[in-house]
């Protein structure tokens, strides 16, 4: 553990700092946040209490702070301190319009990378170690998760986005022990190094930590990972608005701890309702998340739409924080005669079919919107050289069905007709 005194602090005695931590948070929100003085209504932060009465406050969404960006103030209406205060501006890929602003003092900009760090060590990885990532530190938050490598002490060799050659001899030649990267790049990878005869089983990389998108922790889609990179694969995740690797996952594999603990207080959902639901072991939700001690745009009660199964267990690593699973964004979420489904989920059953199917998957909903009409249509990509068989794609469809209680219409599609990401993965294709 990085910081064992704190990862391994009893959970209830985070519980205590933690509301002591929110109290001041609300009290300087309601000084300095135009944003939350208006949504709040409070005359003062003793009438919301502590975090035991947190859920009786409203949510916060994306698009309400966007909406309070001007040209005088582009962050928005919760932004709480002076511009001689900020140290770092980060921006959303927003593909369309402006792109939001996430503003950082020196103080934040520090417990992301704390929090980062103590995720990605969670992992096993060491000082001492060398690290390869894939990352565009440009202007989104996820280049302030690299300093995090520094507070470890590995050596670090950045490659960025978009440079496959480059990265495949960086890793030959400089033998790092671990590589970070989104599951999608490390699946692609998988494929670009076997057509061109190279097994990334013989490389020094015994880690592959993934980041970026739901899917890593996915049973079938991490095993395909780890056997085609002979490595362990452990996950981590964090959101723009918040704060970046708030999770991360140890060795035992069970789901990502909150290595952001101290900084960032962690709630569930349920998304349709927005009712609150109990942080128990087992329990799934939307992950709605806190600013404890943020100074420059904190956040309250925020919608991540990250859907997430909860761990609450105690785990063989001593870490005492509680674990998530991500299993995909609320926004991909279909309902397809009341049963909700993840599209990740989907692949995850469908990878159980491997080495018949690629792996690759696209569910293509017939109506706009979230409701759906069985049978839901998939298309499945085969195996390089494998052929097209009515038999596989009637097992597809009754594995679907009895794991996920959805019925399917499914096309098998043959290799390589489904587009490769080397950054995020698509899942859902929408025609029209
Ligand atoms: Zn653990």
């Known amino acids: 553990m990085l910081d064992p005194h704190v990862e391994g602090r009893p959970w209830e005695e985070q519980l205590a700092l933690d509301d002591r931590a929110y109290r001041a948070q609300l009290a300087y929100l309601l000084e300095h946040s135009p944003f939350y003085q208006g949504k709040l209504g409070l005359s003062s932060s003793d009438e919301a209490g502590g975090l035991a009465e947190i859920a009786a406050l409203p949510l916060t969404e994306k698009p309400e702070l966007k909406a309070t960006a001007t040209e005088g103030n582009p962050v928005g209406a919760h932004l709480c301190v002076d511009r001689s205060q900020i140290v ?53 938050v996820a280049g302030a998760a690299l300093a995090s490598f520094d507070v470890i002490g590995l050596c670090h060799i950045p490659i960025g986005t978009g440079n496959t050659e480059r990265l495949i001899r960086a890793i030959e030649l400089l033998r790092p022990e671990a590589a970070v990267l989104t599951p999608s790049y490390a699946a692609h990878l998988l494929e670009w190094t076997s057509a061109r005869g190279l097994d990334l089983r013989s490389t020094s990389v015994e880690r592959v930590l993934v980041a970026g998108e739901p899917g890593g922790g996915e049973q079938a889609f991490r095993a395909r990972l780890e056997e085609g990179w002979g490595a362990r694969v452990t996950e981590a995740m964090g959101i723009g608005d ?60 925020f919608r991540t739409r990250d859907h997430v199964h909860v761990r609450t267990s105690p785990c063989p690593c001593g ?13 991909d979420m279909l309902i397809v005669r009341g049963v909700n489904v993840f599209p990740a989920a989907v692949r995850d059953v469908v990878g159980g079919f491997a080495p018949r199917v690629s792996g690759h998957i696209r569910v293509r909903p017939a109506a706009e919107g979230v409701k759906q009409d069985p049978p839901l249509p998939v298309s499945v990509e085969l195996a390089e050289g494998v052929e097209t068989d009515e038999g596989l794609a009637a097992a597809i469809r009754e594995r679907i069905r009895a794991v996920l209680v959805v019925q399917t219409r499914v096309e098998l599609v043959p290799w390589g007709s489904l587009e490769r990401s080397e950054y995020k993965g698509q899942l859902v294709e929408r025609s029209g």
């Open 319 to 331: 870490r005492t924080g509680p674990r998530v699973r991500c299993v995909g964004r609320t926004d």
């Open 242 to 301: 918040i704060g970046i690797s708030l999770w991360g996952e140890c060795e035992e594999q069970d789901g990502m701890h909150l290595g952001a603990r101290g900084f960032v207080h962690p709630e569930l959902i349920d998304p349709a309702t927005a009712k609150s639901i109990a942080m128990e072991d087992g329990a799934s939700g939307e992950l709605v998340l806190t600013h404890l001690r943020h100074q420059a745009a904190p956040l309250l009660r």
């Open 88 to 140: 770092r501006i980060y921006s959303t890929s927003g593909t369309t319009g402006t792109p939001s602003y996430i503003p950082l003092t020196a103080r934040d900009l520090d417990d992301w990378v704390t929090g980062s760090a103590r995720s990605y060590a969670a992992s096993g990885i060491s000082a001492g170690q060398r690290i390869v990532s894939t990352y565009n530190a440009g202007p989104f």
